[in-house]
T-cell receptor, first 116, second 114 residues
Framework: EAEVAQSPRYKITEKSQAVAFWCDPI?????LYWYRQILGQGPELLVQ????????DSQLPKDRFSAERLKGVDSTLKIQPAELGDSAMYLC??????????????FGQGTRLTVV | AQSVAQPEDQVNVAEGNPLTVKCTYS??????LFWYVQYPNRGLQFLLK??????LVKGSYGFEAEFNKSQTSFHLKKPSALVSDSALYFC????????????FGKGNQVVVIP
């Protein structure tokens, strides 16, 4: 069964350092999402790609966060500099086709970030 | 903007009893609704979705959900709960007349007591 791959699974970084997460969506999935999930809350969308283009980054803190999906396949989410409040689970998801409203998203196992 | 509410923080149920996890939604038009389950330190797993048609939707692991337009609800149900159903459950909604954002509720912790 195809899965969304994420790495690393766990990351501990010091405040003010840079950190990066990688995601490889299910093959053929054109839409890719990055979500942030703070403990005890539901996932919050950070950025959504359609192929290599950003279609929604309205909730991405652009002063410190960046995301790219250069060839429309895998994606990287970067935080620089990391802050204590960035400690959370970062989830990547993908959906098939053009990410229509009726298509479900498939999630990776996530990267648990701890900023110390 | 679309949103969902999951009013209960935790749902406790005895093994073998019916399980219900509540969800209400708010969108400008007809909603597309989803349920996901999350086990500790794992990503979300898709359970089922309502797009159109029959108000009773059947999904994975014996779960089903009932769409009620007049009450703007999409409650998740299982006739007989298992201990392995203990997990975090999320309701989510897309607004087909708005952006394509999948908005999640805060989640409900389900505890099935042996």
């Amino acid at each position: 069964e195809a899965e969304v791959a994420q790495s690393p699974r766990y990351k501990i970084t010091e405040k003010s350092q840079a950190v990066a997460f990688w995601c490889d969506p299910i093959s053929g999935h054109a839409t890719l999402y990055w979500y942030r999930q703070i403990l005890g809350q539901g996932p919050e969308l950070l950025v959504q790609f359609q192929d290599e283009s950003v279609v929604d980054d309205s909730q991405l803190p652009k002063d410190r966060f960046s995301a790219e999906r250069l060839k429309g396949v895998d994606s990287t989410l970067k935080i620089q500099p990391a802050e204590l409040g960035d400690s959370a689970m970062y989830l990547c998801a993908s959906s098939r086709g053009q990410g229509g409203f009726d298509t479900e998203a498939f999630f990776g196992q996530g990267t648990r970030l701890t900023v110390v | 903007a679309q949103s969902v509410a999951q009013p209960e923080d935790q749902v406790n149920v005895a093994e073998g009893n019916p399980l219900t996890v509540k969800c209400t939604y708010s969108v400008s038009g007809n909603p597309y609704l989803f349920w996901y389950v999350q086990y500790p330190n794992r990503g979300l797993q898709f359970l089922l979705k309502y797009i159109t048609g029959d108000n009773l939707v059947k999904g994975s692991y014996g779960f089903e959900a009932e769409f009620n337009k007049s009450q703007t609800s999409f409650h998740l149900k299982k006739p007989s709960a298992l201990v392995s159903d203990s997990a975090l459950y999320f309701c989510a909604v897309r607004d087909p007349y708005g952006n394509n954002r999948l908005a999640f509720g805060k989640g409900n912790q389900v505890v099935v007591i042996p």
